[in-house]
Structure formats: structure tokens, C-alpha cells
């Protein structure tokens, strides 16, 4: 299934995103704990939609 872009949520960058995923696997020394994953799985479910709408707004500039 392919990411809805149009999920209301956060809108926050990616880049933002993925620094918080490369902080909390830093912080985990790259082994997440079971208490850890729940946050992790957010992260890259917000980490897809941010990257997806970033595409789909580069795509709109592009073809402007």
C-alpha cells in the first residue's frame, strides 16, 4: 500500500524526521528495545508520508 499523502498529521520535514530516527537508534546503540519500537514505527510511518509529500510538492514545482 502506498503512502497517503494526504494524511492530516504532522508536517514536519523529513529531514527532521530522520534525525530523530538516527537519534533514537544511536541512543538504542542500533538495537531497539521493545518499548523503543512503537516510537521508532511512528517515526518511519511520519518519515513516509513527510518524504512522499516532499516529492509530490517537488513534482508540482517541477512541472510548473
Same mark, same amino acid.
Given at each position: %500500500?502506498?503512502? =497517503? +499523502?494526504?494524511?492530516? @498529521?504532522? /508536517?514536519?520535514?523529513a529531514a527532521v524526521v530522520n534525525g &530523530?530516527? !538516527?537519534?533514537?537508534?544511536?541512543? *538504542? @546503540? @542500533?538495537?531497539?528495545?521493545?518499548?523503543? !519500537?512503537? %516510537?521508532? &514505527? !511512528?517515526?518511519? #510511518?511520519?518519515? +513516509?508520508? #513527510? *518524504? /512522499?509529500?516532499?516529492? /509530490?510538492?517537488? =513534482?508540482?514545482? *517541477?512541472? /510548473?
Amino acid at each position: %500500500m502506498s503512502p =497517503d +499523502i494526504h494524511i492530516s @498529521g504532522s /508536517a514536519r520535514p523529513a529531514a527532521v524526521v530522520n534525525g &530523530e530516527i !538516527r537519534a533514537l537508534m544511536l541512543r *538504542t @546503540g @542500533g538495537r531497539l528495545r521493545a518499548e523503543d !519500537r512503537p %516510537m521508532y &514505527e !511512528r517515526l518511519v #510511518a511520519e518519515w +513516509i508520508v #513527510a *518524504t /512522499a509529500r516532499e516529492r /509530490a510538492l517537488e =513534482d508540482v514545482v *517541477t512541472a /510548473a
